[in-house]
Structure formats: structure tokens, C-alpha cells
């Protein structure tokens, strides 16, 4: 997946930097020459520029981004990306920060799929946040081990087998299973998948993308939730 995302400051990086580890395609907007050049050091591609001008986001592919994460410190520069983003049918995720008051807050969330808060979420919360849909990262517990939780469904290869019939690669792990509103537990070999039932899995950054196919089904733009 290809993502834009607005502001190589520390919560850019390190949102860039959980989603090449997975494979994804980043390219970042910013506007300061200094944070520009570190992460161009990263070997990121940088458009240094005004992430809330049209020709800019033009520049770093809007056209064929599946989201955009707009995460400066600017909360204009944000929703202006955002709103230019959406113009272009990215997913949308807008930074903003804690000390907005509640009113604030409510008139960005209905203009955009997701708000977050960096310092409540960090990299692995926007990261969720731009993915969206029917995968969710829950902790990285090494440099190429994850655990996510993904939901089934009615486009899933698998919708209808058992736990004991799943075939995931080798470096993944079944760890808990819930259907449809009810609590996870530990998976019953005998359970079977129906869409909007839940697993969480432990595996290897390289499998995810193959995890993916098999329980959730359909790939393609952010709202499918692919990683």
C-alpha cells in the first residue's frame, strides 16, 4: 500500500518507519529543510514543501496514495491535506493534539475517517489509524514480530473452516479467537470462522501480508484494511 504522510517531525518518522517494516510504500511531505534532510538520510522520499497545498501532495503521489496521514503540529495544515486527500479518495487520518477543547474536536472528526492523538497513541496508533478496516496492529514485540488482531470477512478464502483447518505460513500463530461481540478467548480447534469473528495473531512482519489474504479476504485501498 502507498501512503502520503504530512510532517517528518517524531510522531512522521516513526509512523513511516513501522510502515516500510512492513513492506508499505511512504512518501513524506515536509516543510522544514533540517527534518527534511534527516529523513531523507532514512532514505525516505521527501517532497519538501507545504503539505497543504494541492501541487505539493500532487508531487508526492496523492493521486495514487491510499491515505493520508496529515501529522504535523499545524492542525490548519492538517485538515487542508486531509480535506485534499479526501478530494482525491485517500483514507484520512488528522493529528491533533490533547489540549483541543471538546467542540474542536467534533467538528474535524466528521470531516475525516480518523483523528489521533500522539501523545496518547504513538507510531503504532496512526499507523492503525492509516491502515483502517479489518486489521489491527495491537503491539510490536520485536523488530519482525507482530501482534494483530484481524476480523473475518464474507470475502474471506476461510469464512466457514475451523480453527484446525486454518493453513497460515509457518511464522504465524493463532494466540485467541472471539466471535462476533463476544470476548476472546483461547481458540477451540473445533470453532468456525464466520464473518465479523476475530483472531489475534503473532507473526513475522514478512507473513502478515499472507495472514491478511487468508482471514480478511480482499487487498487493494486503505478502507479494506490490507497491510
Known amino acids: 500500500m502507498r501512503f502520503v504522510i504530512i510532517g517528518a517531525g517524531?510522531?512522521?518518522?516513526?509512523?513511516?518507519?513501522?510502515?516500510?517494516e512492513e513492506g508499505h510504500e511512504v512518501t513524506l511531505i515536509e516543510r522544514d529543510a533540517a527534518k527534511a534532510k534527516r529523513a531523507r538520510k532514512e532514505e525516505y522520499e521527501v517532497i519538501e514543501g507545504d503539505g497543504s497545498r494541492e501541487a505539493i501532495l500532487e508531487q508526492a503521489g496523492i493521486e495514487s496514495a491510499d491515505a493520508v496521514g496529515a501529522l504535523t503540529g499545524d492542525l490548519n495544515v492538517n485538515f487542508a491535506a486531509c480535506m485534499i486527500g479526501k478530494h482525491y479518495g485517500c483514507?484520512?487520518?488528522?493529528?491533533?493534539?490533547?489540549?483541543?477543547?471538546?467542540?474542536?474536536?467534533?467538528?474535524?472528526?466528521?470531516?475525516?475517517?480518523?483523528?489521533v492523538y500522539p501523545e496518547r497513541?504513538?507510531?503504532?496508533?496512526?499507523?492503525?489509524?492509516?491502515?483502517?478496516?479489518?486489521?489491527?496492529?495491537?503491539?510490536?514485540?520485536?523488530?519482525?514480530?507482530?501482534?494483530?488482531?484481524?476480523?473475518?470477512?464474507?470475502?474471506?478464502?476461510?469464512?466457514?473452516?475451523?480453527?484446525?483447518?486454518?493453513?497460515?505460513?509457518a511464522d504465524a500463530t493463532v494466540l485467541a479467537?472471539?466471535?462476533e461481540d463476544e470476548p476472546l478467548q483461547i481458540p477451540s480447534p473445533d470453532e468456525s470462522l464466520d464473518a465479523g469473528d476475530r483472531l489475534v495473531v503473532l507473526a513475522d512482519f514478512g507473513v502478515l501480508s499472507d495472514v491478511r489474504q487468508i482471514l480478511v479476504g480482499e487487498s487493494g485501498h486503505a478502507a479494506a484494511g490490507g497491510v
Open 10 to 20: 517524531r510522531v512522521g518518522l516513526r509512523t513511516g518507519r513501522v510502515l516500510r
Open 91 to 115: 483514507r484520512t487520518v488528522l493529528r491533533i493534539d490533547e489540549n483541543y477543547r471538546e467542540a474542536i474536536y467534533r467538528k474535524y472528526a466528521e470531516e475525516v475517517d480518523e483523528i
Open 121 to 169: 497513541l504513538g507510531a503504532i496508533g496512526a499507523k492503525n489509524a492509516l491502515l483502517g478496516g479489518d486489521i489491527r496492529a495491537i503491539a510490536d514485540i520485536a523488530q519482525n514480530l507482530q501482534v494483530v488482531e484481524l476480523t473475518v470477512t464474507e470475502q474471506a478464502p476461510t469464512r466457514g473452516y475451523t480453527v484446525s483447518e486454518l493453513q497460515l505460513p
Open 177 to 179: 479467537f472471539g466471535k
